[in-house]
T-cell receptor
Framework: DAEITQSPRHKITETGRQVTLACHQT?????MFWYRQDLGHGLRLIHY???????NKGEVSDGYSVSRSNTEDLPLTLESAASSQTSVYFC??????????????FGPGTRLTVT | AQRVTQPEKLLSVFKGAPVELKCNYS??????LFWYVQYSRQRLQLLLR??SRESIKGFTADLNKGETSFHLKKPFAQEEDSAMYYC???????????FGTGTRLLVSP
């Protein structure tokens, strides 16, 4: 069955370290998204991609970067982790508009703690 | 700018009572509206979307463009409905979503 996975599921890191969160989907979706979930803020879009070599900034992109070298993966990198980036991170993917489906399929989340 | 507002952080009801989770949006064009749900220890999943006009698990939501609202309703709440509910908007033909802050629904026996 097609799925979307994230790793690691839990991560503790120190301020200033570089951290990469992995997202892998086997839906063959062109569209992939990274959100962070914080109490009182809901889910906020960090970065997104509509295809290989395409990346776009979302609402809260400062301090984060992504790269899309293939269809299946969209890793999220925190260049220099800060305590304000302690959060739960969700990856999602969706099919093209032509399919008529806007449904986003979410991964299980990664809980990141920056100390 | 696109914005989604969910005014209630917590909605607590008894089993069998009607439920209405409020969602208002701000968008100048024609939006696509969705409700996503996150049950305890599960991943976020789509509950329903306005274009399909369907009822899922007894929930319905009608897009009211005049009031810019997309409230989620269920006539008789069940304990298994307890979860976090997010209203989301997509506009301009783009698939990225703008989420509200979420409402936690707690259904007590």
């Amino acid at each position: 069955d097609a799925e979307i996975t994230q790793s690691p599921r839990h991560k503790i890191t120190e301020t200033g370290r570089q951290v990469t969160l992995a997202c892998h989907q086997t839906w063959n979706h062109n569209n992939m998204f990274w959100y962070r979930q914080d109490l009182g803020h809901g889910l906020r879009l960090i970065h997104y991609s509509y295809g290989v070599q395409d990346t776009n900034k979302g609402e809260v992109s400062d301090g984060y970067s992504v790269s899309r070298s293939n269809t299946e993966d969209l890793p999220l990198t925190l260049e220099s982790a800060a305590s304000s980036q302690t959060s739960v991170y969700f990856c999602a993917s969706s099919g093209d508009t032509g399919s008529g489906s806007y449904e986003q399929y979410f991964g299980p989340g990664t809980r990141l703690t920056v100390t | 700018a696109q914005r989604v507002t969910q005014p209630e952080k917590l909605l607590s009801v008894f089993k069998g009572a009607p439920v209405e989770l409020k969602c208002n949006y701000s968008y100048s064009g024609s939006p696509e509206l969705f409700w996503y749900v996150q049950y305890s220890r599960q991943r976020l999943q789509l509950l329903l979307r306005h274009i399909s006009r369907e009822s899922i698990k007894g929930f319905t939501a009608d897009l009211n463009k005049g009031e810019t609202s997309f409230h989620l309703k269920k006539p008789f709440a069940q304990e298994e409905d307890s979860a976090m509910y997010y209203c989301a908007l997509s506009g301009g033909g783009f698939q990225k979503l703008v989420f509200g802050t979420g409402t936690r629904l707690l259904v007590s026996p």
